[in-house]
């Protein structure tokens, strides 16, 4: 089992930045995919995407593409989302998962993968 810790949230205007962290305690993380999703009030979770161990596989869903950047330090036991051209409707609170991998070159993007979670973190969009 690992706990995950995400980081990062907070409220910025259409246009900023944010960067999420999702970290990890113990030796274990290394072996694991690190995916992260998404849910706005009243709204169904989202994919955003998700990394491979090394980074060998990263997948981004299609509302944030060219503008979110998967990364991961192993060494620090810690993924982070950097978030770009962040508009209204980026609004959730933004949760992080970790799976066993089986492959580098594959990360999967669907949340029944998934069985580890965090707590979540509020991002706010807004003027």
């Known amino acids: 089992q690992l706990q995950l810790v995400e980081s990062g949230g907070g409220s910025v205007q259409p246009g900023g930045s944010l960067r999420l962290s999702c970290a990890a305690a113990?030796?274990?993380?290394?072996?694991?995919?690190i995916a992260w999703f998404r849910q706005a009030p009243g709204k169904e979770r989202e994919g955003v995407g998700c990394?491979?161990?090394?980074?060998?596989?990263?997948n981004y869903g299609d509302s944030v593409k060219g503008r979110f950047t998967f990364s991961r330090d192993n060494a620090k036991n810690t993924v982070y989302l950097q978030m770009y051209d962040l508009q209204p409707e980026d609004t959730a609170i933004y949760y992080c998962?970790?799976?066993?991998?089986?492959?580098?070159?594959?990360?999967?993007?669907?949340?029944?993968?998934?069985?580890?979670w965090g707590q979540g973190t509020q991002v706010t969009i807004s003027s």
């Open positions: 998962a970790a799976a066993r991998s089986f492959s580098d070159y594959v990360c999967y993007e669907g949340a029944a993968a998934y069985g580890n």
């Open positions: 990394i491979s161990t090394t980074g060998g596989a990263v």
């Open positions: 113990g030796s274990t993380f290394k072996y694991y995919d």
